[in-house]
């Protein structure tokens, strides 16, 4: 009897200890700690199921009741100290570009750089428009005095000289002498008197070469002597003159004297024309003893003074002309010919004869 009452003491602790969990042949959670007893007339506490004797019910209840629910959070309390610092995080993405801030007052200006190489020069630019013309500037003073002319044989040589009137015009000095002999002279208009005529028959020019395949050199003219007799060269001249002024602007001396028959060539670089000329000139007499005007008409051309007409006769048809693509010459054919008429006597030639007899083209 007492030992009952004390079991059922252990049962009535055991119930008031909170929910217990009453099962046949199964265990409570074992999330929980349980109690484990055998029972039969009484229950009896054991370490585990396995101490339960025959005709004994195994009884678990658990040592806690179920869980309640949470309570109301309490108040907060003191933060405590700060922890250590973490190692930094990866960086995150790079966010948007802001506006640009206002820009800053302008800094003081540096000190100016080295200068640079001169760059390559540019371009000629076109030319611009003509400015007006300047003031005309004061007169310089003289020049000095030139070298004396040849004295004067006699007034008479005076006669037919040049000269320019009041008005301008070009005409001739007239030297005439009045009663009580006085001398007057008067610039008389028009054209000075012509040249002495060529001697008929004698020196000619019978062969020039003015232009050439390629660039011009090489050039001569040929001279003749036609006559049966030897002929000084002696103050004689071949003077080349440029078309576009009438002056002269090459001149070659001549010395000695030419055989009969013989030719002489001188080497000499002639205009191409358009027209140019040529002529042979006595500078003693101031005769024109030949002459030649090609690829057009040069009627007054100026030498020493005096001015000559290259054009003899009917003048040289403009096309019969030297050529710059085939070798060739003007010459005179036939050889030697020298009727006074530049269209009968002249022809281009393919043939070069420089210094001998020419040869018309075949």
């Not at 506490?45 to 004797?53: E, G, H």
Request: aromatic share 4%; with cysteine.
């Amino acid at each position: 009897m007492h030992v009952r009452t004390i079991a059922v003491g252990l049962v009535a602790l055991g119930l008031a200890g909170g929910a217990a969990a009453l099962a046949t042949g199964s265990a409570t959670s074992g999330r929980q700690e349980a109690i484990t007893a055998c029972q039969k007339n009484f229950l009896r506490v054991v370490s585990d199921a396995s101490k339960c004797r025959k005709g004994e019910r195994v009884v678990t209840w658990s040592k806690q009741g179920q869980v309640g629910p949470a309570g109301p959070a309490g108040p907060m309390g003191e933060a405590g100290p700060a922890g250590a610092r973490g190692p930094a995080g990866a960086a995150g993405p790079a966010g948007a570009v802001g506006p640009a801030g206002p820009a800053g007052a302008v800094g003081p200006a540096g000190p100016a750089g080295a200068v640079g190489p001169a760059g390559p020069a540019g371009a000629v630019g076109p030319a611009g428009a003509t400015g007006l013309a300047g003031a005309v500037g004061p007169t310089g003073p003289a020049g000095p005095r030139g070298p004396q002319g040849p004295p004067l044989a006699s007034l008479d040589a005076l006669e037919g000289s040049a000269c320019t009137g009041q008005d301008g015009s070009a005409g001739t000095v007239d030297v005439s002498t009045g009663a009580g002999g006085l001398i007057a002279f008067t610039c008389a208009g028009g054209a000075p008197p012509p040249p002495p005529p060529p001697p008929t028959g004698g020196l000619v020019i019978n062969e020039i070469d003015y232009d050439q395949v390629g660039a011009d050199s090489g050039g001569f003219v040929e001279i003749a002597n036609t006559t049966a007799a030897a002929i000084s060269l002696e103050g004689l001249a071949l003077v080349l003159v440029n078309g576009g002024d009438g002056q002269e602007y090459v001149r070659a001396a001549l010395t000695g004297s030419l055989a009969a028959g013989a030719y002489v060539a001188l080497d000499i670089e002639a205009q191409n024309g358009a027209p140019d000329g040529v002529a042979l000139i006595d500078t003693a007499s101031k005769a024109l003893l030949d002459a030649l005007s090609y690829e057009g008409e040069i009627g007054v051309a100026v030498i020493d003074g005096q001015t000559y007409d290259l054009v003899e006769g009917a003048a040289l048809d403009a096309t019969v002309v030297d050529s710059n693509t085939v070798a060739g010459s003007l010459s005179r054919i036939p050889n030697g010919s020298d009727s006074n008429d530049a269209a009968t006597d002249w022809a281009f030639t393919t043939t070069l004869t420089k210094g001998a007899a020419n040869i018309a083209s075949s």
